[in-house]
């Protein structure tokens, strides 16, 4: 499938994740402290609670996460895995492009095996 866009670059606050919805599925984007822009699936592994109403953080030599309001569960930005508990199953991740100041999502989820170690 095309990749759809779902905001400007400019819609995007640094270390904020926005929710929106490709091809039908809630998202979680954000924009990191270096620019680099990121697609989450946008609902919790571990209970329904949207994940674009968490927190970002720079996890350190985990990279950039994404907290679950709720309980806690931080998920890496570049490969969807819960590296807290109580969530252990990851999130999507979905491939990002920027053209211009128009931010677009591929609603095909990265297969895991194509995500980085």
């Known amino acids: 499938m095309a990749a759809e866009r779902v905001c400007a670059l400019d819609d995007l606050e640094q270390d904020t994740a ?34 674009a109403e968490g927190f970002v953080e720079d996890g350190g030599t985990d990279g950039p996460t994404l907290e679950c309001w709720a309980h806690g569960s931080r998920f890496s930005l570049r490969t969807g895995r819960p590296l807290t508990l109580p969530a252990y199953q990851p999130v999507p991740v979905f491939r990002v492009t920027v053209e211009g100041d128009d931010v677009l999502v591929d609603p095909t989820p990265v297969p895991a095996d194509q995500l980085p170690a």
């Not at 929106?20 to 822009?37: R, S, W």
């Open 18 to 51: 926005v929710r929106v919805l490709v091809g039908g599925v809630p998202v979680a984007v954000v924009k990191d402290a270096n620019g680099d822009v990121f697609a989450l699936g946008d609902t919790c592994t571990h209970g329904d609670i949207s994940l």
